[in-house]
Nanobody, 128 residues
Framework: AVHLAESGGGSVQPGGSLRLACKAS????????MSWFRQAPGMEREGVAA????????NYHDSVKGRFTISQDNAKNTVYLQMNSLKPEDTAMYYC?????????????????????WGQGTLVTVSS
């Protein structure tokens, strides 16, 4: 079965950093665009960042531009989200997904037009 597994979440103080990882198994994600989404309690899912098939294009939600970086390592079948200068409003469950479609659309609509797989999520908590 297709599987995405996130890791790297945790609790940090404002201004801190975390690096999330999403490892794919049972499929090669290089054939798909990859994205990170997040959902805070009581809030709708939000697109955070996306990277195109092959990794040449990236898109970010305005609230994380300049602070978060999405990247991928095809050899490790893993996509990363480096999060710097974290704020309390970044607190959420973070999910990765593999899909087909435009990365800007994925971030704007918090979903790919065609989703291939979702991870189970990793919790990020930013508080002092």
């Amino acid at each position: 079965a297709v599987h995405l597994a996130e890791s790297g979440g945790g609790s940090v103080q404002p201004g801190g950093s975390l690096r999330l990882a999403c490892k794919a198994s049972e499929f090669t994600f290089s054939g798909y665009a990859m994205s990170w989404f997040r959902q805070a309690p009581g809030m709708e899912r939000e697109g955070v960042a996306a990277i195109s098939t092959g990794g040449s294009l990236t898109n970010y939600h305005d609230s994380v531009k300049g602070r978060f970086t999405i990247s991928q390592d095809n050899a490790k079948n893993t996509v990363y989200l480096q999060m710097n200068s974290l704020k309390p409003e970044d607190t959420a469950m973070y999910y990765c997904a593999a899909g087909v479609g435009d990365c800007a659309v994925a971030v704007d609509t918090a979903a790919f037009p065609i989703t291939r797989a979702w991870g189970q999520g990793t919790l990020v908590t930013v508080s002092s």
